[in-house]
Each structure stands twice: as C-alpha cells, then as structure tokens.
C-alpha cells in the first residue's frame, strides 16, 4: 500500500470514526442525557463524549464499525484502554471544576451497515 493509499484508508477511517460519534451523541441525547464534550482532547489522549445523565457524570467511549466482521465493536475497549480513559476522566475533571460525584463509564458501539440505518449498542457502566 502506497502513502496516499494509506493515507485515503486513514482518512475513511476518521470519517467512520466521526460519523459513529455523532449518532453516539444522538442516540445518548435522545435517552436523556445531556452531552458536555466532544472529542475532548488533551496531551495524553482524547475522550470521545462527555454527558450527564441526571447526576451522573458520564464518559463514554464509542466504538464505530462498517460492518460486523471484526466483532462488536465494543470489544475493542481492552483493560488498557479503560484504564487510559479513566485517567483521563480524572484529568477532565480536573480542568472542569464543579463536575465531581458521582462518574460512570458507558461505551456505545456504532455498526454502520452498507444500507439502513446504523445499529447502536450503549453499554452503560461497561467499565
């Protein structure tokens, strides 16, 4: 694979990436929860979407796929990658005084089948 392949392959990836954060968003507002980040970033990572859901204060992981011939997307949120989240929760609150109590950590999975419309799976307190 050439760079520019690489390149186009990584771009269609972020394009994925970003669609399945925005129907995460959606689909975590039309549940009731009200989203305070997006795609938070700082120098040790990112978060995907921050949100309250009455008082708890929610981080949430989103997983996107085209298709399920990898597994769930879920399944890609590994212990390391809980941990890095964690930290980084502290560290966003930290930055973001008057959010403390209580916290949670969802993950959503987006599958963005060819046609129809995308599968969503939101796992509250996953982790």
Not at 14 to 34: F, K, N
Not at 86 to 107: M, N, S
Not at 114 to 125: F, K
């Amino acid at each position: 694979m050439g760079v520019g392949q690489t390149r186009q392959a990584r771009c269609a990836k972020d394009a994925v990436g970003a669609h399945g954060e925005r129907v995460a968003a959606r689909h975590l507002e039309g549940a009731g929860m009200r989203v305070l980040d997006r795609n938070w970033r700082c120098a040790d990572g990112e978060l995907d979407l921050v949100a309250v859901d009455g008082d708890v204060l929610v981080f949430c992981e989103v997983k996107t796929r085209s298709g399920a011939g990898f597994g769930a997307p879920a399944e890609a949120v590994v212990r390391s990658k809980a941990a890095r989240i964690r930290r980084l929760a502290l560290r966003w609150i930290a930055e973001h005084p008057g959010h403390g109590g209580r916290i949670r950590f969802d993950v959503v999975g987006v599958v963005l089948p060819r046609a129809g419309a995308a599968e969503v799976t939101h796992i509250p307190a996953a982790f």
